[in-house]
């Protein structure tokens, strides 16, 4: 595969830095995933019926995790426990987590997503799943192919970088 005509690569990545107008990787890579990013808000916008983004996060957070204390969570969603400890509140009383003394220190208190929790981030994986299939249905088999190599090495080295590199602006009560 051969750089556009006009191009520069950057040294020792392989990476077209610019295009032939002199525009930067990031700002070309970021135009290109335009698209993706309103399919992803779309589907978001469409789960917002049944929970809140940051409900979302916080649920997103535990799976990940594997349950976690209050202050595990809060961590995770970058608030403090006392916020942790309100959506904590609100996503028991909505049947998605539990809440319960943590074994190993009585004052704590451990989280875990509750089936109906997982069939809310399943169903949140399903829509995103069918809304990139009818985009990518009108792709090549390159393009997808291209695509799909290139979201791999980006999530790679995504969870390669240190924590405060994934942070992202809280409003946790939105």
């Known amino acids: 595969m051969g750089e556009p005509a006009g191009s520069a690569v950057a040294e020792g990545t392989g990476l077209v830095d610019h295009d032939e107008a002199g525009a930067p990787f990031a700002d070309r890579l970021e135009l290109a ?3 993706l990013l ?3 808000v779309g589907v978001l916008s469409a789960m917002e019926e ?3 983004p940051s409900h979302l996060r916080a649920l997103q957070s535990l799976d990940h995790l594997g349950g976690a204390k209050v202050t595990a969570l809060g961590e995770a969603l970058g608030v403090p426990p006392s916020t942790a400890s309100r959506i904590s509140d609100r996503l ?3 049947g998605l987590i539990t809440r319960e ?5 009585r004052r704590a208190t451990w989280l875990e997503l ?3 929790g997982r069939a809310i981030l399943s169903d949140l ?3 995103r799943a069918k809304a990139l299939e009818r985009v990518t249905e009108v792709m090549s088999p390159e393009e997808r192919d291209a695509l799909l190599l290139g979201a791999e ?3 790679r080295a995504y969870e390669s970088l240190d924590e405060f590199c994934h942070e992202e602006p809280s409003d946790p009560e939105r």
């Open 33 to 35: 995933l335009r698209g």
């Open 38 to 40: 309103e399919l992803s």
């Open 50 to 52: 049944n929970v809140s």
């Open 92 to 94: 028991t009383a909505a």
């Open 101 to 105: 003394v943590a074994a190993d220190n």
């Open 114 to 116: 509750t089936p109906a």
């Open 125 to 127: 994986a399903g829509a």
């Open 153 to 155: 090495g980006f999530a």
